[in-house]
C-alpha cells in the first residue's frame, strides 16, 4: 500500500469515527474532497454546506454547484452576514476569524436543527504555515478537521481527487474575495464587486492564475510567473489599464514579483496563542 492509500484509509477512519456530518463546502479541492469521501463513507447521513455572502465570488458558486452535480452529494446553499460585523468589515489581519466565526455560528445552528452530529471543513496539513485566523474560530467551535488528522497535504488532496475525477482537482488556488483587499481598507460590497469583476476580465484575457489586490485607489495585480511575460506586453498593459481605470482606480500597477499566495499576510508579525 503506497503512502497515498494510506492516508486515503486513515481519513476514511476519521469520517467513520461520526454518525452523521456537516461539512463546510466551498468549492475549492479541498473541500470539495472532503465533501466527496464523508459521502462515500456516510452516504445521505452527511450534508455539504455552502455559504452565500458578497465575499463569495458568482464563479466560486458555479464550480460549486458543478462539482455538486458530478458527485452527486446532499447539499445545500446558507448565506451568512459577516459584512453586518464591523470587526469584519474594518479588515485588520483578524479579519478571516470573525467570516469563519459567522460561517460556524450558522453551521452548528443547521446541524443542530437537522440532527447532525458534528461539523467539519477542509483545512490540510499546508494550511499549518499560512497566517489563518479562521482556524481560531474552527477551534472555538470545536470544528472536526479530517483531512489533517488524515495527514493529507495540498498535492495528496489533488491527486486523490484528480483519481476520483472531481473536476476541480486542478483548480488554482482561490480564497474569497475579502482576502484580496489591503488590510485596513474597510470590506463594503462595492469593494468586493470590484474585485470580483477586474478578476474576471483577466480571466476573459486568458489568464490562468493570479489575484487583483486592492489598495484602495491602486490596484496591484498579481500574475503567475509562467504567465508574466504575456502580462509585460505594452499591450497587455493598456489592457489592464482600460479594464482597471473604470472601476474607479487612479493607479494600475502589475507586481513584478508575480502571483504569491498570502501576500498580504508576508508583513505581518504572527503572534503565539
Known amino acids: 500500500m503506497t503512502n497515498l492509500e494510506t492516508k486515503g484509509h486513515r481519513l476514511q477512519s476519521e469520517l467513520a469515527k461520526?454518525?452523521?456530518?456537516?461539512v463546510a463546502y466551498s468549492g475549492g479541492v479541498d473541500s470539495a474532497y472532503l465533501a466527496y469521501a464523508a459521502h462515500q463513507v456516510l452516504g445521505d447521513r452527511m450534508l455539504a454546506v455552502t455559504a452565500l455572502s458578497a465575499s463569495y465570488s458568482g464563479r466560486d458558486r458555479r464550480e460549486a454547484e458543478a462539482v455538486v452535480a458530478r458527485?452527486?452529494?446532499?447539499?445545500?446553499?446558507?448565506?451568512?452576514?459577516?459584512?453586518?460585523?464591523?470587526?469584519?468589515r474594518r479588515n485588520h489581519p483578524d479579519r478571516c476569524f470573525f467570516c469563519k466565526d459567522e460561517l460556524f455560528d450558522k453551521l452548528d445552528a443547521l446541524a443542530a436543527e437537522r440532527g447532525f452530529a458534528a461539523v467539519a471543513y477542509g483545512v490540510n496539513v499546508n494550511d499549518q504555515g499560512d497566517w489563518r485566523?479562521?482556524?481560531r474560530a474552527a477551534l472555538r467551535h470545536k470544528v472536526l478537521a479530517p483531512l489533517l488528522d488524515a495527514g493529507l497535504t495540498k498535492a495528496d488532496i489533488r491527486e486523490l481527487a484528480r483519481q476520483a475525477e472531481i473536476p476541480v482537482w486542478n483548480r488554482p488556488a482561490s480564497a474569497c474575495l475579502a482576502s484580496r483587499i489591503a488590510y485596513g481598507i474597510e470590506v463594503t460590497p462595492e469593494r468586493l464587486s470590484v474585485v470580483e469583476q477586474g478578476e474576471e476580465a483577466l480571466r476573459a484575457l486568458g489568464f490562468r492564475q493570479f489575484r487583483v489586490r486592492h489598495h484602495d485607489n491602486l490596484v496591484r495585480i498579481e500574475i503567475a510567473p509562467e504567465e508574466l511575460p504575456r502580462a509585460l506586453d505594452p499591450e497587455?498593459?493598456?489592457r489592464f489599464v482600460e479594464i482597471f481605470k473604470p472601476l474607479g482606480f487612479s493607479f494600475v500597477t502589475l507586481d513584478l514579483e508575480g502571483y504569491r499566495q498570502g501576500s498580504l499576510n508576508t508583513h505581518l508579525v504572527k503572534i503565539e496563542g
Open 18 to 22: 461520526g454518525p452523521s456530518l456537516v
Open 71 to 88: 458527485c452527486r452529494f446532499p447539499h445545500q446553499f446558507i448565506e451568512t452576514d459577516e459584512l453586518s460585523n464591523p470587526s469584519y
Open 133 to 135: 485566523p479562521g482556524q
Open 236 to 238: 497587455m498593459a493598456r
